[in-house]
């Protein structure tokens, strides 16, 4: 079965975002020197209904946390690209709600931030309102392909769905949970005071789970709710809402209401979506005493928002800072590399007390 290809876009995507964006520059000169054979396999494979991914390089990492990532060699990360730029957002960004704010353009940390602080101005009116915060465990390892493709299938050409089925299929190779076991073994005796930690890092069980790292994963994990996200919205009539990829607030000034919306959505991830919340991190507070979301803490003191960076987010730019630091004294990395990275910590935090932010740079690079 032959298919249309749009090689104009797959050159777009290896020119304005692979070759740009890897940082393992040996690849691209690797890749160039055979840049157009290479694009060219691409090209014949996705028309013929042929391509499927071989290989992930796995490796695990320890910063900010023990977790696995999995990156695709080029001619697959360009596929990985283009499938999302051409079908995945084209055909299924329309059936996403607004409040679902993860990895879009236009949306993202930023523009949730700004929402959250939207909607509890507009829950001030009442004496008082409630915040309701749930978790997904291990959401990425979880999601069932049985339950995405039947989301998918009705939405997409044959050829397309079957394309993106490939791509969703590749956690199922063995090799991949091969390597992880690996990795944890390696990194349990390099540092045995975490071996529980380490161990904790999931695997993947047959049929679940998207690969970490993927730019269709990151879509597909924020399609694969939209049917929830709407029922929250419609149904359940919870306005002031927001989802960023497994995270969940709500706000409502009934608490026996969020109380009965908590049951009613947990039941629905459980027997729909076959997901778990994470008890310890669902639960509903009052406004006063603030909730945690997306790096900082909310609050609402005598109808005044108070934000802060928290705890848990200043430690993690520490170690980062620290580690930065280390790698330029080593000569690992450039001043400007260095500074690069310490910049992004400065303005990607600038709500609330900055200023902590400041003084961690001032003090752990400059001390």
Known sequence: MKEK?????????????????????????RFEKNKMQNINY???KLKKGEYVIHHYNIFMICEPKFRIVMSLPIKDKIVNHYVTRTILEPKLTKYLDPRNIATRKMMGTDFGIKKIKYYLELNKKYESFYILKMDIQ?????IDHIVLKSLLQDKL?????QLISNIIDSTNMPMINKTILNQKTTFSKKF???VKEIQAVPIYEPGKGLPIGNMTSQFLSIFYLYQLDHFIVHDLKIKHFIRYMDDFIFIHPNPQYLKE????????LEKKYFLKVNQKKTKIVREKEGFSFLGYTFQVV??????KVNRQTT????KSIKKRKYEFQKGYISYEQAFSSISTFKYSFKYGNSMRIQNAIEKYWFE
Request: hydrophobic share 35%; net charge positive; aromatic share 12%.
């Open 261 to 268: 919306v908590r049951d009613k959505v947990i039941g629905i």
């Open 42 to 44: 691409l090209i014949q």
């Open 5 to 29: 290809v749009n090689i104009k876009e797959l050159f777009k995507v290896y020119d304005e975002e692979i070759s740009k964006n890897t940082k393992n520059k040996n690849k691209i000169v």
């Open 157 to 161: 050409s044959d050829f397309d769905f």
């Open 192 to 194: 045995p005071s975490r």
């Open 302 to 307: 005598n109808k005044k928002t108070i934000l």
């Open 138 to 142: 291990k959401y990425f390892y979880s």
């Open 315 to 318: 430690q993690k730019i520490i």
